[in-house]
């Protein structure tokens, strides 16, 4: 039987027939190829390949007898059927993600699973030491870190809770300030000899963020102060530009509770950047989660301890 014949048969079916013999499981896959556009981007999102999104997404248009996308060099389509069905299917997904919320609010354990999503550098440096104290107060604890440049939405459980630079614009969750977090120039030991100790940020070697990246507070305090600043090396991680200061290539502009710890790399003399802001994020159906509440804690703990060097307090 060809696939027009299929998709006539299952048009055919009384609507109850066919809304039973649905597997709801297509529906993400469908929702996250109308919202990237792309099976790479959809399939990277939900930790799949692109061949899975692909093959769900065709087995839903086969369950509902319509063509959801149309294929073509440039990629998968939504048609107008695929555009109507995405607006019902959203509201589908807030129901099913309201009820594991609702769900997870009275479990009453603090076992399972707690996923956090936050940037590289605070996973590396500010909390993955102090995981040890976590593992011994909830053993039965599973902590999942999303360390990612990218926004992860927390509604719709890519994450249970955000560690994020820079004040929230999300709406419908819980924000809370939790720590100035301060910037200052660093090089190498080497570079900061050859310079006692000071840096001119319109004529010494600079390393920075590349063009993705170009809109962090750092690289826009930079340009305010040195626009005509040399720019010797680009990346888009704080560990390249660690590594970069240190191997005596340029000065970096780095958070304090990185750079300082490290015995390679010296704070130069100069014009001092702006203080960025540490803000907590959870949604308000989660956040008295027993499992959440405990992260949540342990958060609030590596922050307080941590606080004068995230101040760069000397």
Known sequence: MSRAQVNAQARAAPAQERAGALDWGHLR????????GSLSRAAQRLGVDRN???????ALEEELGLALFERGPQGWTCTAAGHELSALASRVEEDVL????????????VEGSVRLTTATHLAAHLLAPALPELR?????????????????????????LALRLGRPRDTGLVTR???????RVYGSRAFAAERRGRIELERDPVVGFEESLSRTPQERWLDRVAPSRRVVFRCNSTASLV????????AAVLPCFVAEPDPELVRLDGPEPVDHELWLLVHGDLRRAPRVRAVIEWVDGVVDRARALLACAR
């Open 29 to 36: 896959f469908f929702l996250e190829l109308v919202r990237t």
């Open 52 to 58: 899975t999104v692909g093959r769900r997404v065709v």
């Open 98 to 109: 309201a009820l594991a919320r609702h769900a997870d609010a009275r479990d009453r354990g």
């Open 136 to 160: 011994a107060r909830h053993p039965a604890l599973l902590l999942e870190i999303a360390a990612d440049q990218r926004t992860f939405d927390l509604t719709r459980r890519e994450a249970d």
């Open 177 to 183: 300030k939790l720590s100035p977090v301060a910037y």
């Open 243 to 250: 590594a970069a200061a240190r191997a005596g290539i340029g």
